[in-house]
């Protein structure tokens, strides 16, 4: 809607709400999401950090999106040797970042510090990295935290992301699509066989949602993807509620040490 034909009360409410943003920038100058740097926009990263910053580009495997270091690596359909062997249960997964040091300097204060401004500056990047598959996307579905660990941190840091990427590619968001059926333990420190038997029917869909997936393409959405574990799980559980085909979105993905 173009600004003329806007009604005179939303034009009121709109520049209000400029000069207020506008008071506040004075106040309280913009720095680097990152670092203390002053930058022109809240939400942005200064020149230095941007530099820094990993982004996933091609070559990338077609499957699972994990980044190679060059365009030969990939075997049959661009694939790496883990999705070869073993292909993963949803059909297409796509980063915004590598899993780096740069990289947890933005995830792990919107995780665990309450940085939840953080969830749009990740998710502008995660719209670029997944334009195709936000393209075919009907549902955009976050991965769901179990009960337990959604009372302790007070929010669920993929569902923030899920919304942040929804509002810039115009895509429903259906927050609670999924439930955790059990407490799992943490993963960070499993091997893959690990990580698989833990995530092993840790995830249904939610009775009351089931009509909003059957024929749709749900574009799964996350803030890292490690081993594929979770997202599998996720997958596994859409596609049983008659999901037409599940992607994956996700803020970062951990490089495979073997494709370096």
């Given at each position: 809607m173009e600004w003329a034909t806007l009604p005179d009360g939303f034009r009121l409410i709109a520049t209000a709400r400029g000069f207020g943003r506008a008071a506040l920038d004075v106040l309280l100058p913009p720095t680097c999401v990152t670092c203390d740097v002053p930058v022109d926009a809240p939400g942005r990263l200064c020149a230095e950090c941007f530099g820094r910053t990993g982004f996933v580009t091609e070559p990338c495997c077609a499957r699972c999106g994990v980044p190679f270091t060059h365009a030969g690596q990939g075997g049959p359909e661009r694939t790496c040797p883990r999705?070869?062997?073993h292909p993963p249960v949803f059909d297409r997964a796509r980063a915004a970042?590598?899993?780096?040091?740069?990289?947890?300097?933005?995830?792990?204060?919107?995780?665990y510090s309450d940085r939840t401004e953080l969830a749009s500056m990740l998710a502008a990047h995660m719209a670029r990295a997944g334009a195709a598959l936000l393209r075919e996307a009907d549902l955009l579905v976050p991965v769901p935290l179990h009960r337990a660990r959604l009372f302790r941190r007070r929010y669920n840091q993929a569902a923030l992301l899920a919304y942040a990427v929804g509002r810039t590619a115009r895509r429903p968001v259906l927050p609670d699509a999924l439930r955790r059926l059990r407490a799992t333990a943490s993963l960070g420190d499993k091997t893959a066989e690990e990580r698989a038997a833990e995530m092993d029917s840790a995830v249904a869909v939610r009775r009351n949602r089931a009509a909003r997936i059957v024929g749709r393409?749900?574009?799964?959405?996350?803030?890292?993807?490690?081993?594929?574990?979770?997202?599998?799980?996720?997958?596994?559980?859409?596609?049983?509620?008659?999901?037409?085909?599940?992607?994956?979105l996700v803020a970062a993905r951990v490089p495979d040490p073997r494709l370096r």
């Open positions: 999705c070869w062997a970042l590598r899993y780096d040091a740069q990289a947890r300097r933005m995830i792990l204060p919107l995780k393409r749900v574009l799964l959405i996350d803030d890292v993807l490690t081993s594929g574990a979770t997202a599998n799980a996720c997958a596994a559980a859409l596609k049983e509620a008659g999901a037409a085909g599940v992607d994956v």
